[in-house]
């Protein structure tokens, strides 16, 4: 029933992209998103989707996957492209209706809008399918260790976001147990009005609310059975190391940001 | 002897697609007596959890059938969710899905889905505690406020108060202390012998299974891999060892007393059986 959620979904593989060091595919994430902003013709969103599309194909993960994933974000898209078509200013003015008028540059507005979102989440779902949850927050607590100076508790986010990362594949399990049992006591989830509906999750969000602090608290104390006292002085099992094919992937970001910046900013293409 | 419950060809496939696919059940043909006891072992990850969440239509089959009293389940919406009051399925931890303010309607909540009026239920949910042996004094109390063993038995009351035609139990004993293991045990046969219905009872513990079951089946990678009564599954030692299973300890001591050639004959599972065999080897002599 809760099979279909992607949050964080990983999909275990060898590629090159699955071995690249977090921090390298955060940083060139970012990079990628920055990039989709500085483009602005044609040209420049085809170099950033075949870019993105190289990768998937290097990745191994099976495209049909990734689309599964953009399910649920099909509604958001298509109303950003609505809004986009009728409600931007443009000269060449291809049909008014009232007062609303759809134009050309509508029309452009509306396309890169919605090509920049789907590359936008189709590369954030590259980022967290070839890295295990685990390796991002490293990444991500690595990356963000210049800050601990101005006194950002880094090491305690990283905790706790590894934390509920690793607690969602085990409550989206536990919440699939409840809901069975109650199925098994005649529970109906599917008819009646949405009183009817919002009063039948009633049986399924006690016990989880239940067990999740219950799982909390066991993890609590086992956490200090294990003397755990934050982030000072730990050393790690695993280190992060940037490797030859981390530049290299550096470098081809760069480029990629630099030429799709000045196609964009300075030919307009 | 009807079969109550049928399974022809019944195969489950889990996230078909994806690297995580896993054929969980294959090819499962099966058929469940009306009034029997059935005892259902099987070591962790064999399939008897997906198995038992067939039976009454949680799952629905990847390919294959499943009939009840002759008929297939999965013909329309509404058999399915009739055939969740005739097969009740007590999860494992059941203790885990309690959430009313109060044990009453806790209890109540199975039969009130039913659609049954007031006094029904009421008479339900009292039969049910009484069937698990807590006193009526506890109905008032929160469901939370109970010992691990109470609230275990406040669970199986409240699908005990459906009044299944079919009874399944996942684990019903697993991590319980020895006392309210032999309790939830006592509860069950009792309410087998009274009600007279079916029962399916999953267990890792080969002495329960061996005691409790009219009928055996042995689950092994997804596969049904041996069904009998407990004597034909018992001497067969080898083949349960085989899947990672042993035999229950008495058989195990007949097993090493037959191998020290003293012939006991194969196949003993109770305490009581080999105790007559053995004294039936001293030439009948009773010391009882």
Known sequence: MLSNITLGQYFPGESLIHRLDPRTKLLLFVLYIVALFLGKGLVSYAIMAIFLIVII??????PSSLLRGLKPLWIVIIITGVLNLLF???????FTWRRISVTLEGCYNAGFMIVRIILLVLCAFMLTYTTSPILLTDGLERLLRPFQKIGLPVHELAMMMSIALRFIPTLVEETDKIIS?????????????ILRRAKALIPILVPLFISAFRRADELAIAMECRCYHGGEGRTRLHQLKYARKDYVAYVIGIVLCVAVGILGRRFGL | MEPILQLEHLNHVYSPGTPFEHRALIDIDLSIEKGSFVGMIGHTGSGKTTLIQHLNGLLKPTSGRILYNGEDIWI???RIHQLRFQVGLVFQYPEYQLFEETVYRDIAFGPKNMGLDKDEVDRRVRDALRFVELPERILDHSPFELSGGQKRRVAIAGVIAMEPEVLILDEPIAGLDPESR?????NIQDYHATRNNTV???THNMDVAARMSDQLLVMSHGSLYLSGTPEEIFSQTEALEQTGLTVPEVTQICDHLRRRGVPMPRGLYTVEAARDALLAMRGGSSHA
């Not at chain 1, 194909?57 to 099976?62: C, F, G, L, R």
């Not at chain 1, 931007?88 to 003015?93: D, E, K, R, Y």
């Not at chain 2, 032999?182 to 006592?186: G, P, V, Y």
């Open chain 2, 200 to 202: 399916i009872l999953v």
């Open chain 2, 76 to 78: 329309s919406k509404q």
């Open chain 1, 181 to 193: 049992a109650q199925k098994a006591r005649g529970a109906d989830f599917e008819s009646g009005n």
């Open chain 1, 88 to 94: 931007s200013q443009g000269q060449t003015v291809l």
């Open chain 2, 182 to 186: 032999e309790a939830i045990l006592r």
């Open chain 1, 57 to 62: 194909v290097m990745s191994k993960v099976p």
